[in-house]
């Protein structure tokens, strides 16, 4: 624990008017759950916080999943967790930072078989035991929203901060359009690179109050999914000071596009070869197509986890940019194959002899 007794020291000299720490793990949904420490306790943290097992099974509303045996058949266990290294990092509310926590086993040494993090780790330990190296890149999409609900409690778009009106248009990659939102954008960059986010800038989307916000390619790929829950708590906390609510909900709007969580994928060796593309020729390799038919296989049994309450499923309409069937079609179009899921949209561009996968999800909550 000596790394993070000295990461912990480092994040005090540069940022001494913090004075609280969100103690952050994720449930199955990917909701950040925890709770506030003072700073003064982070040291402490060496010797691990104990939390509740069935937290990990809590559902979309924060209730324990009492089906899944974690929680009273079990007599409500804790499980010690630790900080995860290299996330002890600032948020965007004045005088607090965040840490992530990974959860172990009831022998306080061997991180839990069933913790997300873990598994996701586990996963990559695997590849990376046969030669595979992921390389992802997210896309992750939202809405600026209006505190003020409507007369019956709905949703309603943002109103525009430079124009003083309701937002009702809808102008994919309208530059001018993020100009009107500038102080907003222009904050969340700021805190991002605060936050040494993987960010590479914003979009406007194809919904009125809709953007989008991209992260470079990395192979770091816990790091990436560490930075979708730092990235998702940021800008909501950023569109708090600015007079809007932030959400991620899948189809907030009926009439609107939905939000989508969208991943590049591309697959390396130990070279820094593309296992996805054939050297000789440039094209799709055996194991790319190995690859999607696993995912189309499989993606049936994945959508309890991809769509876990009812707002998730309102998206899959014709017309709203959603696969609707588990199939896939190749096309042409700037030399990509492009093939379709159901709940997985994939276009394979084939670029300077880099095939990779770009799947699209879509956010659960």
């Not at 480092?10 to 008017?17: A, H, I, L």
């Not at 306080?108 to 890149?137: C, E, Q, W, Y």
């Not at 800038?201 to 790091?223: C, K, M, T, Y």
């Not at 989508?260 to 054939?278: A, P, V």
Request: net charge negative; hydrophobic share 40%; glycine share 6%.
């Amino acid at each position: 624990m000596d790394t993070y007794l000295q990461e912990v020291k480092n994040f005090r000299q540069s940022w001494p008017e913090i004075k609280y720490v969100d103690l952050i793990f994720t449930d199955v949904n990917a909701t950040p759950r925890g709770k506030r420490i003072p700073v003064d306790s982070l040291e402490k943290l060496v010797k691990g916080v104990a939390l509740p097992l069935s937290t990990i099974t809590l559902d979309t509303k924060g209730a324990v999943v009492e089906s899944a045996g974690l929680g009273e058949d079990l007599g409500e266990p804790d499980n010690l967790c630790f900080p995860v290294a290299g996330t002890l990092l600032p948020t965007a509310k004045d005088g607090t930072g965040q840490l992530l926590l990974s959860m172990m086993e009831d022998d306080g040494k061997t991180p839990h078989r069933l913790f997300i993090r873990n598994i996701i780790d586990r996963m990559l330990n695997t590849l990376h035991s046969k030669g595979m190296f992921p390389v992802v890149a997210l896309e992750l999409e939202f809405y600026l929203i209006d505190k003020e609900r409507g007369e019956n409690g709905e949703l309603q778009t943002a109103i525009n901060p430079t124009k003083n009106r309701r937002e009702t248009d809808t102008e994919v990659y309208d530059v001018d359009g993020l100009d009107d939102y500038a102080d907003f954008l222009a904050e969340l960059n700021l805190a991002a690179t605060e936050q040494s986010l993987n960010t590479a800038g914003a979009l406007s989307e194809s919904a009125p109050g809709q953007f989008e916000i991209n992260f470079d390619h990395s192979q770091d790929v816990l790091r990436v999914c560490d930075e979708i829950i730092f990235s998702k708590r940021l800008i909501k906390q950023i569109a708090h000071k600015h007079g809007f609510d932030a959400t991620f909900m899948a189809k907030p709007f009926l009439e609107e596009a939905g939000n989508g969580q969208h991943m590049h994928i591309s697959l390396i060796d130990e070279h820094g070869d593309n296992l996805f593309t054939n050297k000789e020729d440039d094209t799709a390799s055996p194991l790319f197509y190995r690859t999607m038919a696993a995912m189309l296989s499989q993606i049936s049994d994945a959508m309890a986890l991809l769509c876990p309450n009812v707002n998730s499923y309102r998206r899959f309409v014709p017309g709203a940019y959603v696969p609707t069937k588990a199939d896939w079609v190749r096309t042409i179009e700037a030399s990509p194959f492009v093939f379709q899921l159901a709940m997985v949209k994939t276009v394979v561009l084939n670029t300077a002899s880099q095939v990779r996968m770009s799947i699209h999800t879509f956010s659960l909550q």
